[in-house]
């Protein structure tokens, strides 16, 4: 049996939640998922400056689980700059 997932604290919501190419119509460029957990990485390790250890501590997950939302995070952010794809940060 799979463990329940945790409730992660997640400060706030962005007020922006879709960042496109520019010059191309939304309906046709292909759409990056950015899960609000993996934005919230990103805004704590990346703009805050926190280490992974700290950082895990605000969201009340573990180190590990940190470290891998934010891998999932940097990579999605990388596919959609390099293949001039669409994100969109999703309230789930």
Do not use: W
């Amino acid at each position: 049996m799979v463990r329940p997932r945790r409730r992660r604290r997640i400060q706030g919501s962005p007020e922006v939640t879709y960042f496109k190419p520019n010059g191309v119509p939304k309906c046709e460029l292909e759409i990056v998922p950015l899960e609000m957990d993996e934005f919230e990485a990103i805004r704590l390790k990346d703009l805050e400056e926190l280490d992974q250890k700290t950082a895990a501590q605000e969201m009340k997950i573990s180190q590990p689980t940190f470290h891998r939302l934010l891998n999932s995070a940097h990579a999605k952010i990388a596919d959609a700059i390099i293949n001039g794809k669409a994100v969109e940060i999703r309230n789930t």
